[in-house]
């Protein structure tokens, strides 16, 4: 093998061997990747089926109901509400009416299946996108109040 064909094997060989690290960094990164929904982008089935991804509003005054470890409640946006169903144990902050970040799948039955439920820490904090889904959901609300129906 000549030397100018040795380099240019090396310079594939090197070419290859990053582009390898390359592909398995973007598919670890892929399946790691977490979106964030509402539940009016969840009712209207924005949402992926069969993937993990985070669901916030705030929690459903009335809707916490305790069965063990079970714990079932409802997200909602103002506009939509969608059913929760965790296992665990919940932050202490967990409360009706306050906000709430859950994370997990939505199931067959439209009943989101929660891994991990966060709440907020203090009265002044909400995750940005929360904060501004309410914002958006009391606009189109307010909207929908004022507009005249049909004749």
Known sequence: MKPRQRRAAIV?????????????VLNAFNANLVFFYTPTQVAAREAP?????????LVLA????????TVRFQVTDTLQTVPVRFEGVLPDLFKEG???????QIG???????REVLAKHDENYMPPEA?????????????ATLSP???
């Open 98 to 104: 306050k906000g709430v970040v859950a994370q997990g």
């Open 12 to 24: 594939i060989g090197v070419l290859a061997a990053v582009g390898t690290a390359v592909a398995l």
């Open 49 to 57: 089926q069969g993937r993990n991804f985070r669901i916030g509003g």
């Open 62 to 69: 009335g809707s916490v109901q305790r069965d063990g470890v």
């Open 149 to 151: 129906g049909p004749p």
């Open 131 to 143: 904060a501004d889904a309410l914002a958006r959901a009391g606009k189109a609300k307010l909207a």
């Open 108 to 114: 067959a039955d439209g009943v989101f299946a929660a």
